[in-house]
Antibody, heavy 119, light 110 residues
Framework: EVQLVESGGGLVQPGGSLRLSCTAS????????IHWVRQAPGKGLVWVSR????????SYADSVKGRFTISRDNAKNTLYLQMNSLRAEDTAVYYC????????????WGQGTLVTVSS | QSVLTQPPSASGTPGQRVTISCSGS????????VYWYQQLPGTAPKLLIY???QRPSGVPDRFSGSKSGTSASLAIGGLRSEDEADYYC???????????FGTGTKVTVL
């Protein structure tokens, strides 16, 4: 069974940093592109970032470019999202999501982790 | 920042058929596959339809998808109480080089 489990969310002050993790199981992690997608409270889904199978290619939404960094450790079956210079508008549930086909939306999603940016 | 437009709500009585529309542009729906997700309250999105009209194993055939030009639609036949959820469409966007999602439609079973 494909499983993605996020962790690392919490309350952080504006300007602060947080690192999210996503641990995968049930599939060969190193064979799949992975994305981060976020959902602000009561709002819709918004793409944040993606990374290719070996970590050599990454891309970001304009709203987080220069502040967030996506990375992966295939030996640990784990994806990361380093978030710096956090803003109130970054408050959201962050999902990691697997992509079954290159340049397609995700197929499997984790349960999400809540990030709250507030003083 | 939703790029795909959906109606905010849809409703029906048990057994009825409900259809949800999803409107995009040439850079997303017009040139790429459409996916549909169901999100029950407090849970993660679950894939319902991929590649416009394909159902993953375990998804009832009451759910069906279609696409025409820069628009797509999801139909739920034989509506059931457990279908009450938010539904999102999605497609790859060539300009963004990432997936874009719909604004979401809340389905209510009356």
């Amino acid at each position: 069974e494909v499983q993605l489990v996020e962790s690392g969310g919490g309350l952080v002050q504006p300007g602060g940093s947080l690192r999210l993790s996503c641990t995968a199981s049930g599939f060969t992690f190193s064979n799949f592109w992975i994305h981060w997608v976020r959902q602000a409270p009561g709002k819709g889904l918004v793409w944040v970032s993606r990374i290719n199978t070996d970590g050599s290619y990454t891309s970001y939404a304009d709203s987080v470019k220069g502040r967030f960094t996506i990375s992966r450790d295939n030996a640990k079956n784990t994806l990361y999202l380093q978030m710096n210079s956090l803003r109130a508008e970054d408050t959201a549930v962050y999902y990691c999501a697997r992509v079954g086909d290159y340049d397609h939306p995700p197929d499997y999603w984790g349960q999400g982790t809540l990030v709250t940016v507030s003083s | 920042q939703s790029v795909l437009t959906q109606p905010p709500s849809a409703s029906g009585t048990p057994g009825q058929r409900v259809t949800i529309s999803c409107s995009g542009s040439s850079s997303n729906i017009g040139s790429n596959y459409v996916y549909w997700y169901q999100q029950l309250p407090g849970t993660a999105p679950k894939l319902l339809i991929y590649r416009n009209n394909q159902r993953p194993s375990g998804v009832p055939d009451r759910f069906s998808g279609s696409k025409s030009g820069t628009s797509a639609s999801l139909a739920i036949g034989g509506l059931r109480s457990e279908d009450e959820a938010d539904y999102y469409c999605a497609a790859w966007d060539d300009s963004l080089s990432g997936p874009v999602f719909g604004t979401g439609t809340k389905v209510t079973v009356l």
